[in-house]
DNA sequence: GGCGAAATCTATAGAACTATAGAAAAATTG
DNA sequence: CAATTTTTCTATAGTTCTATAGATTTCGCC
């Protein structure tokens, strides 16, 4: 298995072509002959990089959320608190988004469409991601900042899924404002519609 | 066009069961044999019923979203409180994502694979959906439910989001309690984490 | 039971796509 | 610059897919 941190300068820009290609067109939409003329390579040469044409996606979706995982290991253990730690996770979330080069989409998208062997790896950090996240909420609770009839479970899906529907958003739209995004979606998850009564 | 309130029976069964085989394999991923294998025919006699495998999907997605759009229209028109509104809107929703068998998945995930001669309708009809949203959100600043810093706009594409991205959980675990998802969903959006302190 | 319409079948043309093999070119190294 | 390694190219085998045409069967009805 390839791993993004050993990614050798045409290896990522491999990846990086083939998440583009991947994202606009989806995993089967998309063909490697795509890939190659976003490389400008022949159709063929597309095979020196990847083993296949799955293999592709695979390291594609890796790519897309290895490090976003462990941004997020760092995020869960440092001191803060639990609102200063909710925004340092929608911000990764949202950037990554705008900033991977559309991987993290095609994670979302079309992980599901690689055989369950190659989504091992890509399921455990999933799962990884969403448990740091219930953690936060528990220890929100134990703080006291979260209401202690909050879901932690749920809780953690709904934060996964609203930002996952911002970031597609994002990546649609590129002159939408990220930071204004990511403020309302802390804002909104934190007080919801009505708000506290804060200012009264 | 197709009128989904006009299909006949059996026209009604290929649109399910192309809705079917496009929400488990994408609309690139699916052939027009896996469609007429789930309907027991022959591959070519699928084109008894559609023109065209990009027209079973233009009339897939429609056939989603259609009176799912004309249900909001109702509740929209309705004489009910915002909190009461809001609750209407996620169980249409998340009903619809079990029980319109995954057209409205299939709309949500494939639909951008439309030319955009054929997504005209379908793009109306969304805008429709935002719209009533937006000015379900303006009605509950005006009754003075919500809180009038929240920007209507990016509400109803976060309720939207939620609400597909739970859509999609619960298309994918038979299992899972939707009335549950709905409750949670509901309680989140208006009270957010922390909630109000109603009960102190 | 026979007629017209609806539904399905068979067979296939034509296009596109994946993956491989081996040659060729480009880059690197001693 | 010669040897070696890395990268790319050409050509193609083999498969799969969409869509069409015309034959065939099933169905509703008088």
Redesign the pocket.
């Known amino acids: 298995m390839l791993d993004s941190k050993n990614l ?4 990522h820009r ?1 990846v990086l072509a083939a998440a583009s290609v991947f994202a606009e067109k989806g995993y ?1 939409g ?7 003329d976003r ?18 996606l695979a390291d594609v979706c890796l790519f897309g959320i290895e490090d976003y995982v462990s941004h997020m290991e760092t995020t869960a253990m440092s001191d803060q608190p639990f609102e200063s730690k909710l925004l340092a996770t929608i911000t990764s979330h949202l950037t990554s988004y705008r900033e991977r080069n559309e991987a993290l989409k095609v994670h979302n998208s079309e992980r599901l469409y690689l055989p369950k062997k190659k989504r091992t790896r890509l399921k455990a950090l999933g799962s990884r991601y969403r448990q740091l996240l219930e953690e936060l909420f528990e220890q929100g609770i134990a703080d006291g900042v979260v209401r202690p009839t909050v879901d932690a479970h749920f809780a953690a899906q709904s934060v996964i899924g609203l930002c996952n529907a911002w970031g597609d958003l994002i990546v649609r739209d590129p002159g939408l404002d990220v930071f204004d995004a990511i403020q309302k979606c802390h804002d909104l998850l934190l007080n919801g519609l009505r708000g506290r009564p804060d200012t009264d």
């Open positions: 050798k300068p045409k290896q491999a089967h998309a063909s490697t002959r795509d890939i190659a490389m400008g390579i022949q159709q063929g040469s597309i095979y020196y990089y990847f083993k296949s044409k799955e293999d592709a």
